[in-house]
């Protein structure tokens, strides 16, 4: 008998939801931050503590960006530079 490992996984609409497949990014709710799963700040911070609770994953990332997550400067420097150039900054009028 073989045991099935499920993992959490957080949808396009933020919700989370089970997957017999491993999500292949990791992300943070307060900061809506998304980045690859060796990404070293992460892994300073889930290092450092307090960072581990406010983890989730997706199963790609596509689905994170539908969540509304913006791309990790630290690992994904060219997504997150490309990302600030879609976005407008300052107040709205």
């Known amino acids: 008998m ?3 490992k499920n993992y959490t996984l957080t949808g ?3 919700r989370p939801y089970t997957s017999p497949i491993k999500g292949t990014w990791g992300g943070h709710r307060g900061g809506k931050i998304y980045g690859r799963l060796d ?3 992460a892994l300073r911070a889930i290092a450092r503590g307090g960072y581990a ?3 989730l994953f997706f199963a790609d990332e ?3 960006l539908a969540a509304g997550y913006r791309p990790c400067g630290a690992c994904c420097k060219d ?3 490309a990302w600030k150039k879609t976005t ?3 107040p709205s009028t």
């Open 88 to 90: 407008t900054a300052g």
């Open 39 to 41: 990404c070293p700040a």
């Open 79 to 81: 997504r997150h530079q």
């Open 62 to 64: 596509a689905t994170a």
């Open 53 to 55: 609770k406010n983890r």
């Open 12 to 14: 396009a609409d933020g």
């Open 2 to 4: 073989s045991i099935v």
